[in-house]
T-cell receptor, first 115, second 113 residues
Framework: AQKVTQAQTEISVVEKEDVTLDCVYETRDTTYYLFWYKQPPSGELVFLIRRNSFDEQNEISGRYSWNFQKSTSSFNFTITASQVVDSAVYFCALKSGRNNNDMRFGAGTRLTVKP | KAGVTQTPRYLIKTRGQQVTLSCSPI?????VSWYQQTPGQGLQFLFEYFSETQRNKGNFPGRFSGRQFSNSRSEMNVSTLELGDSALYLC????????????FGPGTRLTVL
């Protein structure tokens, strides 16, 4: 069975603070893909990053960075120097390497960045 | 390139009615997946279509169905609507295989009264 857990339901920070969103996953597949999506109030899910199970390199994109650790089955997302525009719900998702596009999402973390 | 488009954006129906939602994927993308998002259940996979064939299906009753046309556009149908079907329905477009990233449309917000 595949499962994604985002234990943090809501996080509130003040602008310019760093914040880390946690994601823990479960899968029996050796090949799988992990994703982060951002959902602003408009509702559309915006793709942020994809990682495959064979690539544990951390990634940085501007103020965003991701830490993938297979040993702890975690794929955490850090926003450095948060901004009000970062306020949204963030979803971590898992997809099997088998030939299907059934993606399992975590419950999401609502991030509020206050000015 | 234009993104994924979904129509209509908002819909209000009454119990017992049926509804059809439409999704146009990114040009060149051949796979379309549908998801239901509710406050209680979160994001749940409905089904996926690839080359006009249903390739995968989630755990939803038969009232939920879909199809894909030769131009990759997809429609989703819900018959005999129930109050619990009120949700944001999201469509995701994929180039082809499971290694590709899903890109989502803005969703259709369905309210069942």
């Amino acid at each position: 069975a595949q499962k994604v857990t985002q234990a943090q339901t809501e996080i509130s920070v003040v602008e310019k603070e760093d914040v880390t969103l946690d994601c823990v996953y479960e899968t029996r597949d050796t090949t799988y893909y992990l994703f982060w999506y951002k959902q602003p109030p408009s509702g559309e899910l915006v793709f942020l990053i994809r990682r495959n199970s064979f690539d544990e390199q951390n990634e940085i994109s501007g103020r965003y960075s991701w830490n993938f650790q297979k040993s702890t089955s975690s794929f955490n997302f850090t926003i450095t120097a948060s901004q009000v525009v970062d306020s949204a719900v963030y979803f971590c998702a898992l997809k099997s390497g088998r030939n299907n596009n059934d993606m399992r999402f975590g419950a999401g973390t609502r991030l509020t960045v206050k000015p | 390139k234009a993104g994924v488009t979904q129509t209509p954006r908002y819909l209000i129906k009454t119990r017992g009615q049926q509804v059809t939602l439409s999704c146009s994927p990114i040009s060149g993308h051949r796979s379309v997946s549908w998801y239901q998002q509710t406050p209680g259940q979160g994001l749940q996979f409905l089904f996926e279509y690839f080359s006009e064939t249903q390739r995968n299906k989630g755990n939803f009753p038969g009232r939920f169905s879909g199809r894909q046309f030769s131009n990759s556009r997809s429609e989703m149908n819900v018959s005999t609507l129930e109050l619990g079907d009120s949700a944001l329905y999201l469509c995701a477009s994929v180039l082809a295989g499971s290694t590709d990233t899903q890109y989502f449309g803005p969703g259709t917000r369905l309210t069942v009264l």
